[in-house]
Each structure stands twice: as structure tokens, then as C-alpha cells.
């Protein structure tokens, strides 16, 4: 009975913020070289891009949420609403840039290899053909203004690939709750602008010869089993 009291007690109380350790984020290596993608990205791209570009939206977004741990601590409703832009636009910058990273891969390791089995025939089922994707993916891509993302997805809910788009560092899942990312590319500029300058098309067109369809095949057949 004591036990069970004192249990009950201890499950109702609050665990205080500061002592429970917060969470941060460093930056997750690369599973080949930053050359290896060459010619379709430079070298000098790769290494810029992670070492600089994505280790900036983590240093940020850690710092975000150890503000946002202050401001939890200290029940400063304001603070905390005031952080949510900066946490969304850095932390959607890691989470989206870890996944593009996957999403490459030199030629002699598979880069550039078609999908095969299930993500092959879903993609005939929903959009013709391989390249039928690719040409709505890269129209789409050239076709958005200003930086962000283009996206191949799995919805969940009603178990369909889609293309969409989305601003910025917006994740595909501020487009719909139940999209996975199966292929994400990044269209800033600071993604090709070194070797491509103001060409994305041609960006676009040579990150075909690099995609590691084996990821997004692994993606898709884990959440649409
Ligand atoms: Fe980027």
C-alpha cells in the first residue's frame, strides 16, 4: 500500500526540464567521399554543402532548442512561439539534408541504378514510366521559385507515390501527415550553383546519374509493406 503510494506519487510529479537532458544534434557522416559524386556534383559542392551548409542548420537548430528548453523551464509562452520559425526552417534543414545525403551515391557503388521490384512497379502503376517521373520531378523542380526542395513520397494513407514541393526547409511532411520521404532534392542554389551556376535544369538533369534508388526502395518497402 505504502508502495503503491508512494509509486503513484512519484509518476504524478513533474519531472523538472533542466534535468532531463536535452537532445542535440551533430552532423552525420557522409557514406562516401565528397569526390565521389563527380562529374554529376563536384567535389567542392559536396564538401561545402555538408561541411558548411548542414552543419550550420544543426549548430542553429541545437541552439534553438536549448532556448527552447529555457524558455519551457521558465513558462515563457512567448518564447517558445517565437522559436517555432527557427526550428522549423533549421531543424527541417537537418532533417531534410540527412536524407538527401542517403539519397545519392557514387556510380560504382549503384548510383544512378534503376529501382527494381515493388518501388518499380509502383512507379509505373502511378506515373507511366521511370522517366515519366523524372521529367514531372525535374519540371517541378526548375519550375519553383526561390529555394526548396522537390520530392518523390509515399502516402501512407492511401498507399500512392506523389511529387511535391515544398519552400525552403520545409520537410515533405508539413505537405500531409502521412507523406514519407522515399527522394528528396535539393534545388537551393548552394546545392549546384559552384559547378551548375544559374542552369538548374542541368542540375537536375545529371543528379539522375547519382540517385541511390536502393535507399528509396529500402524506404518504401519498409512503410508500405
Ligand atoms: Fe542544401
Do not use: C
Amino acid at each position: 500500500m505504502a508502495l503503491r503510494t508512494l509509486i503513484t506519487r512519484k509518476a504524478l510529479r513533474p519531472v523538472p526540464i533542466g534535468f532531463r537532458g536535452l537532445q542535440t544534434f551533430s552532423l552525420p557522416d557522409l557514406a562516401y567521399g565528397y569526390g565521389d559524386l563527380e562529374p554529376a556534383i563536384s567535389g567542392e559542392i559536396m564538401q561545402i554543402h555538408h561541411q558548411k551548409h548542414h552543419q550550420a542548420y544543426i549548430t542553429n537548430y541545437n541552439k534553438s532548442l536549448e532556448q527552447l528548453d529555457a524558455a519551457i523551464s521558465k513558462g515563457d509562452a512567448s518564447a517558445v512561439v517565437k522559436l517555432q520559425a527557427a526550428i522549423k526552417f533549421n531543424g527541417g534543414g537537418h532533417v531534410n539534408h540527412s536524407i538527401f545525403w542517403k539519397n545519392l551515391a557514387p556510380i560504382s557503388e549503384g548510383g544512378g541504378e534503376p529501382p527494381k521490384s515493388t518501388l518499380a512497379m509502383a512507379i509505373d502503376n502511378n506515373f507511366g514510366s521511370l522517366e515519366a517521373l523524372i521529367q514531372k520531378m525535374n519540371a517541378e523542380g526548375a519550375a519553383l521559385q526561390g529555394s526548396g526542395w522537390v520530392w518523390l513520397g509515399l502516402d501512407k494513407e492511401f498507399k500512392r507515390l506523389v511529387i511535391a514541393t515544398t519552400a525552403n526547409q520545409d520537410p515533405l511532411v508539413t505537405v500531409g501527415p502521412n507523406l514519407v520521404p522515399l527522394l528528396g532534392i535539393d534545388v537551393w542554389e548552394h546545392a549546384y550553383y559552384l559547378q551548375y551556376k544559374n542552369v538548374r535544369p542541368d542540375y537536375l538533369k545529371n543528379i539522375w546519374k547519382v540517385i541511390n534508388w536502393k535507399y528509396a526502395s529500402e524506404v518504401f518497402e519498409k512503410e508500405n509493406p
